[in-house]
């Protein structure tokens, strides 16, 4: 079936170089994207978000990148640092904004070494 | 600005007991709220929705309802738990006019027993 999933459920990096957290999605409809990044025992907390009508978008050391051709999303996270470390979701909205209803990856999991 | 309150932080109940877990936002008005649910290791499930007082959508079946009594208050509810109720319950809110971003509370830990 139709599901928003991550290609690395883990992912290990060294203080300070660049990570990429994948997602693919199926469903060609959806338009809307985000990114949330959970600490251990904490709430998801918003980092980014993208609609499909743009390739790219930036933040505060985060880039997150639309490939809607091959259904792809990708978060982008500069000069990664131990507070970086954390569970990564991308999800979808996917009934065009009509409840707000999200579809959830179920999450990559980023380890920073010192 | 607009922060989000969950509790109780975390709640060991037994088997059979009910259940009550609190939502509310401040700094807003009319927002949609929902409920989710977190298994170990695995994504958020979406449990129940609301556009409004009184106003509440049910995703999936279960023994668990759903609130909504006042504007920025969302219960969550059982009336006898079990055991795969365990997990993670998280409560989120979105602008109603900017449905698709949810900001979403610090959590509820439920461990039933």
């Known amino acids: 079936g139709e599901s928003v999933g991550l290609h690395l459920p883990t992912l290990s990096v060294q203080e300070g170089d660049n990570s990429i957290i994948n997602c693919a999605y199926s469903?060609?409809?959806?338009?809307?994207f985000i990114w949330y990044k959970q600490e251990s025992g904490k709430g998801p907390q918003f980092i980014i978000d993208?609609?499909?009508?743009?390739d790219k978008r930036q933040g505060q050391r985060v880039t997150v990148l639309l490939n809607k051709t091959v259904k792809h999303l990708s978060l982008q996270i500069a000069a990664t640092q131990p507070g970086d470390s954390a569970v990564y979701f991308c999800?979808?909205?996917?009934?065009?904004?009509?409840?707000?209803?999200?579809?959830f990856g179920k999450g990559t999991k980023l380890s920073v070494k010192p | 600005s607009q922060t989000i309150h969950q509790w109780p932080a975390t709640l060991v109940q037994p088997v059979g007991s009910p259940l009550s877990l609190e939502c509310t936002v401040e700094g807003t008005s009319n927002p949609n709220l929902y409920w989710y649910r977190q298994a170990a290791g695995r994504g958020l499930q979406l449990l129940f929705y609301s556009v409004g007082i009184g106003q509440i959508s049910s995703e999936v079946p279960q023994n668990l309802s759903a609130s909504r009594p006042q504007d920025r208050q969302f219960i969550l509810s059982s009336k006898k738990l079990l055991l795969s109720d365990s997990g993670f319950y998280l409560c989120a809110w979105s602008v109603r006019t900017v449905k698709e971003t949810q900001y979403f509370g610090p959590g509820t830990r439920l461990l039933v027993l």
């Open positions: 469903n060609s409809a959806s338009d809307y």
């Open positions: 993208i609609r499909s009508n743009m």
């Open positions: 999800a979808e909205n996917r009934d065009g904004g009509s409840q707000g209803n999200l579809i």
